[in-house]
């Protein structure tokens, strides 16, 4: 079975242009959430979906936005990117709210 | 909010030997769940083992097992016969219960971490 495939694997944007970042879920699971991680503030929650519908948000600006499709990939949008972006971003789907999540390799964004 | 803190930046341990890496964390819920993440150089975090509050029997997978405290809001991480492989960051982490009706299920909340090094 296929893991939580994340992609691209890194990024190099210049401050001011906007990314997205692309996660596909372990076949069946219908939450997808998305986490950013730096080493000043470590692992922090981003949003949650489930079947197409926003569920949760973290404490994150409105330049971070995201979605998720009807086959439950999903994606998430920075606009505007500012240095301080630059973190490992990191997708992870489950079955649902009461159900281990899967976290996928992760995608590294740098901002210049 | 909840709030969940390892205190441990940094252990070590012989190989074979039995390391306790420490969590506690804060909440005033009474459903939630807690679980123990691993990250090696890979990046990817990996589910080591996950225990629901509801349970008083402490979870285990293997190598791996819980002291799950619920009064005290504990949880520690005992991985028995220490392998190079072991050697990660660990990460705690706490989710509320109760799925997206009952309010719960805002993400999980992350520790800063314990890098465990395991010494050959």
């Known amino acids: 079975k296929a893991g939580v495939t994340q992609t691209p694997r890194y990024l190099i944007k210049t401050r001011g242009q906007q990314v997205t970042l692309s996660c596909s879920p372990i076949s069946g699971h219908r939450s997808v959430s998305w986490y950013q991680q730096t080493p000043g503030q470590g692992l922090q929650f981003l949003f949650e979906y489930f079947s197409e519908t926003q569920r949760n948000k973290g404490n994150f600006p409105g330049r971070f936005s995201g979605r998720q499709f009807s086959n439950s990939r999903s994606e998430m949008n920075v606009s505007t990117l500012e240095l301080g972006d630059s973190a490992l971003y990191l997708c992870a789907s489950s079955f649902g709210p009461d159900s281990p999540l899967h976290f996928g390799n992760g995608t590294r964004l740098t901002v210049t | 909010a909840q709030t969940v803190t390892q205190s441990q930046p940094e252990m070590s341990v012989q190989e074979a030997e039995t390391v306790t890496l420490s969590c506690t964390y804060d909440?005033?819920?009474?459903?939630?769940?807690l679980f123990w993440y691993k990250q090696p150089p890979s990046r990817q975090m990996i589910l080591v083992i996950r225990?629901?509050?509801?349970?008083?029997q402490n979870a285990t997978e293997n190598r791996f097992s819980v002291n799950f405290q619920k009064a005290a809001k504990s949880f520690s991480l005992k991985i028995s016969d220490s392998q190079l492989g072991d050697a990660a960051m660990y990460f705690c982490?706490?989710?509320?219960?109760?799925?997206?009706?009952?309010?719960?299920?805002?993400?999980?909340?992350f520790g800063k971490g314990t890098h465990l090094i395991i010494q050959p």
């Open positions: 982490a706490y989710r509320s219960g109760g799925g997206y009706s009952g309010g719960g299920a805002d993400g999980l909340t």
């Open positions: 909440t005033s819920e009474s459903d939630y769940y």
């Open positions: 225990q629901e509050a509801y349970k008083q």
